[in-house]
């Protein structure tokens, strides 16, 4: 039993995990098997989290196989293979009354607020498990969450088959929003400042890829769309700058989704927005979007298993971490297996 522990900033510690924890009532005790690593956890190991508190269990992508049920657990039973949903929320704020659960005011997320999923057992709530269906792999249905990220901006937005969309990024976030926007049948093109992960989105069905730094991407996309340029723009890549140029090279009636969590602040002209009446939608993680997501997952409408660039034993946690810092080109999402480490 091991469990990857962010002792301070820059201290990532492979521990012997506890004993595990008995189910609370309302709560599962998961066997986690498969868990993958974010640009989040990345932030937490180096201290630029504002919500992280240490030492904390990171990790909040994660799946694995029920164990035991709390009392009171109705929808599950042990030997059940679950995709845990890492928003906790209270149900009873503001946000949580109108459907907002993931911007809610008491809001725990597992590895984040709360120790999360990189261990080899913990106890969940059962209200935060998802099934995974027969015959999908642990290792695709731990990608629900990341998915969840662009299944929630594209609902902030909305998204149709008439959209032109821009996404700013082509790391796991960019690629994530590309996939769930062509799923709606968009046309998507996609920026980036890196080739080789242009060449990637290809792969993943961009319809145009551009290549900031070398090429102008508004005059890239200025004739798209019949010359209004994108109906929606999406900032993948978190650069604050971006959200005065996503003003105007959006289309008149065009949305913009926020993505990036810098606190640097972007000059915008408030006459772009009013002049094209452009809406604005911040997203942060999801709101219950996960059950959606396993849906398009089972019935093959994603292409996940490409999104896996490589998977570590979880003692080999920070040999991952390791690859993801030194050649962050070579991976998508890096996955740690605890399925050896009982
Ligand atoms: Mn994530």
Known sequence: MVAISVEAPKALRILPSATPEAPAPGEVLLRVQRAGICGSDLHILHGSNPFARYPRVIGHEFAGVIEAVGPGVTRFAAGQRVVVDPVVSCGRCYACRVGRSNVCANLQVFGVHRDGGFRSRLAVPEANCIAVPDGLPIEIAALAE????????????????????????????????????????????????????????????????????????????????????????????????????????????????????????????????????????????NRRLLPQVMDWLATGRLRPAPMITQTFAAEDAAAAFALIETDPGRTVKVQLDFSRSP
């Not at 032109?164 to 049948?185: D, M």
């Not at 700058?241 to 009636?253: H, I, M, N, T």
């Not at 926020?258 to 094209?276: H, M, N, T, W, Y």
């Open 146 to 285: 990341p998915f969840s990220i662009a299944a929630n901006v594209l609902s902030r937005t909305g998204i149709a088959a008439t959209d032109t969309v821009l996404v700013y990024g082509a790391g796991t976030v960019g690629l994530t929003v590309l996939q769930v926007a062509r799923l709606h049948g968009a046309r998507v093109l996609v920026a980036d400042p890196d080739a080789a992960r242009l060449e990637r989105a290809l792969g993943f069905g961009a319809d145009r890829v551009i290549q900031s730094g070398r090429e102008s991407v508004p005059d890239g996309v200025a004739a798209e769309n019949d010359g209004f340029g994108p109906s929606l723009v999406i900032d993948g890549a978190g650069v604050p700058a971006l959200l005065a140029e996503a003003c105007r090279v959006a289309s008149p009636a065009g949305r913009i989704g926020l993505l990036g969590f810098s606190d640097a602040p972007c000059p915008v002209s408030q006459q772009e927005i009013v002049r094209k009446e452009l809406t604005l939608a911040g997203s942060r993680l």
